[in-house]
């Protein structure tokens, strides 16, 4: 027989320990509490007595209370009101971005010594644990779009570290389309759907990654073999950005974070994706659920590649460029640890929607470069969560530091969640027992350059990577599957539109021109090519005559 008021307290304890990130529990609630299996955890909630959100207990559940059997609904009936007030806001706004995505909760484990790198605790001594996030998904689709398209996928980490959350905020690719931070709202819209006929446009996608040669190494990397991974556990993981390490004498070096799948890289083909789209949309996340709950705990190995301020001064291109990778064979990967996810989500809506990253949040030790989209993202990650979540979603217990006590001058807010830091002083400085701040944590010097200005940096060599990837990165069947991919998405856009991609392409290499035309030709001979009617131009165009209409009509009444 189940002690249900044991459960019950050891729930609420630990609960609130959890909540108002002020004590250290050993483990997480769910992990004490719940199953792994969801049927499982009905033991625990069948004992629980039915109630309103006050904790009031509800007598009837099924019937509203009316005036006679066939009268009208009473404003007194706090269950009715109760329920419906609550469901009218059940949703908040789904991410602009990586909107579909799967979650799941374990450990990073250090195997390799890096203090001599970096001094952040969570590096600190080989076998040490630290509890982690991750949060996998697609990139342009909504919520409910689904797993197998060809996209990008996020890949990011929360470290619950002993000096607050660390926030490694991935994809499953080294690099991206663009570089510079400004063009990253333009670049989402590309992707997202046409304004008017609220459709995916092949013009717009094709039309800025055109523009914009930068995206060129991306683009080759989306529409090769691992553009569809086969499902989360599958794929690699990398930070992309550069960042810069710091170790406890303050010295400091640029790095790129990887980590790299234990269970073997998997992609799915064309046929299979679209197969899988109609058929198990949520396939990937029902495939990393399974895996965690059968006991077939996913693992990655975490590496590092370093590169010192002075090989960064003389190197060859920008270091801190996104578009491009740091060649391992000049940065060796140097391993440091384990990623192992062992737990799902209790609630997928309370730990992994509203789970929340911000790559601003570095303990001591981590630093950011001058990484123009690692700059622009630590700006958007918070201000983004705080309009979706909220200015106190770091009090939600998945985003809570909860294995360090906050302390700061922040109060108030819609939702505080906690004491509020009760009496203490919310100035500073002040004569007062307060929190102090802590030198030894200052960030580290670096050098700027003097001169202010918006440096153009389209043509800083959008190729050379690029040819490197088709050429020696892929083998023949690899390259014609690239191209096929390739060819069949942009046939959707226009003769002009595909011309400038191809012209691109050729700076690449003339062969990966050359197929990816010959495709083209190939589509296009199968039928004269027509401009596509719900096309971005032609929208644009159906608004400028609509305007044109309505600015006669208007005339045509003021001069009659």
């Known amino acids: 027989m189940i002690d249900t008021s044991l459960i019950k307290s050891k729930f609420r304890i630990q609960f609130l320990q959890y909540l108002i990130c002020c004590e250290k529990p050993h483990r997480p609630l769910s992990l004490c509490l719940f199953s792994e299996d969801p049927t499982d955890n009905l033991n625990y909630f069948c ?16 019937n509203s209370m009316t005036a006679g059997p066939r009268g009208p609904l009473l404003v007194q009936d706090v269950v009715f009101t109760d329920e419906m007030a609550h469901f009218d806001r059940e949703r908040i706004p789904e991410r602009v ?43 342009a689709g909504e919520a409910g779009s689904a797993d197998t398209v060809r996209d990008p996928r996020g890949f990011a980490v929360k470290f619950y570290t002993d000096e607050g959350n660390w926030d490694l905020t991935g994809n499953n690719t080294p690099i991206f389309f663009i570089r510079d931070a ?36 991306q683009v080759s990397f989306l529409f090769s073999d691992r553009g569809i991974p086969d499902g989360h556990r599958h794929m690699n993981g990398y930070g992309s950005h550069t960042f810069k390490l710091v170790d406890a004498q303050g010295q400091s070096v640029y790095c790129k974070f990887h980590y790299k799948t234990d269970q073997g890289i998997k992609n799915l083909t ?40 002075e090989q960064a001064e003389n190197w060859k291109w920008n270091p801190f460029d996104l578009t491009k990778v740091w060649p391992h064979k000049d940065f060796p990967l140097i391993p440091v640890g384990r990623l192992v996810l062992n737990r799902n989500p209790v609630n997928y809506f309370a730990e992994v929607e509203q789970l929340a990253f911000d790559p601003s949040n570095m303990p001591p030790g981590i630093e950011p470069s001058p990484d123009k989209m690692l700059q622009g993202r630590l ?5 983004t969560h705080r309009h979706r979540l909220g200015a106190n979603y770091l009090q939600l217990p998945v985003n809570c530091p909860y294995r360090t006590r906050v302390a700061n001058y922040q109060r108030d807010g819609p939702m ?16 007062f027992s307060a929190p102090e701040t802590q030198p030894h944590c200052i960030e580290s010097k670096c050098k700027v350059s003097p001169d202010v200005a918006r440096y153009n940096s389209a043509d800083d060599d959008n190729v050379s990577q690029v040819r490197t990837f088709f050429m020696e990165v892929l083998n023949e069947a690899e390259r014609e599957r690239l191209c096929q991919n390739m060819a069949g998405h942009l046939k959707g856009a226009q003769l002009f539109i595909q011309k400038r991609m191809v012209q691109n392409l050729m700076a690449v290499h003339p062969d ?43 005339a045509c009444k003021l001069y009659n």
């Open 182 to 217: 400004l063009l990253f709202p333009s670049f989402i819209h590309s992707q997202k759907r046409n304004p008017q006929t609220h459709l995916k446009d092949p013009d717009m996608v094709w039309d800025f990654w055109s523009l914009r040669p930068e995206s060129l190494h």
């Open 47 to 62: 004992y629980n007595v039915l109630t309103t959100g006050a904790g009031v207990p509800v007598g009837d559940k099924l």
């Open 270 to 309: 064309v046929e299979e994706a679209d197969r899988l789209a109609s058929s198990d949309p949520d396939y990937s996340i029902r495939d990393l659920y399974n895996a965690i709950s059968i006991g077939n705990f996913p693992s990655w190995t975490f590496y590092i590649q370093v590169m010192t301020f």
């Open 97 to 139: 971005v990586h909107a579909k995505g799967a979650g799941a909760f374990g450990y990073f484990e250090v195997t390799h010594d890096i203090t001599r790198y970096c001094k952040a605790k969570v590096f600190e001594h080989v076998g040490k644990t630290t509890p982690i996030a991750v949060r996998f998904s697609t990139v």
């Open 512 to 554: 990966y021109g050359n197929r990816v035309q010959s495709l083209l030709d190939k589509y296009n001979a199968e039928g004269k090519k027509v401009e596509n009617i719900l096309s971005v131009s032609h929208t644009f165009m159906c608004t400028e005559k609509i305007v044109e209409k309505f600015c006669l009509e208007v």
């Open 416 to 431: 505080c969640m906690y004491d509020n830091q009760g009496g203490a002083p919310n100035y500073f400085p002040n004569s």
């Open 379 to 383: 700006f958007s990650y918070p201000d």
